[in-house]
């Protein structure tokens, strides 16, 4: 399994039509010396990205906050189960190690791009 690093932005549910708001994707993209449980976002620069997803569309996927059904912890905490993980399909553009575009399937689709790694 390992360690990984995690992108977080505001995705969007095609289920529930709203946002999933701060929202992880899990990477292992990056040479492992580098996942450490680092976080990212739209903008940031990937350190020591793997040839195989730099200057490339990327497709994978999130575990949605907005439909998938939360459960109640202890002391009140909720969290998803992963039965109750419903996941949904998203495209990020990484351009020189920047993390540039995140964008919905239906977004994707609409551009009419042939080209992607699928990491799913």
């Not at 620069?45 to 575990?63: A, K, P, S």
């Not at 992963?82 to 399937?105: A, G, M, N, P, Y």
Request: with cysteine; glycine share 4%.
């Amino acid at each position: 399994m390992g360690l990984f690093n995690s992108i977080f932005a505001d995705l969007y549910c095609p289920i529930k039509d709203e946002l999933s708001k701060d929202t992880e994707i899990q990477i292992k993209w990056q040479d492992p010396k580098v996942r450490g449980m680092n976080s990212y976002s739209v903008g940031d620069v990937l350190e020591e990205i793997e040839d195989e997803y730099n200057n490339t569309w990327i497709r994978t996927d999130f575990i949605c906050n907005a439909c998938s059904k939360f459960t109640k912890g202890l002391k009140g905490m909720k969290y998803i189960r992963t039965e109750d993980q419903s996941r949904h399909i998203v495209f990020l553009r990484i351009e020189d190690s920047k993390v540039c575009e995140l964008i919905s399937e239906k977004e994707f689709s609409a551009r009419g791009v042939k080209d992607f790694v699928d990491y799913l």
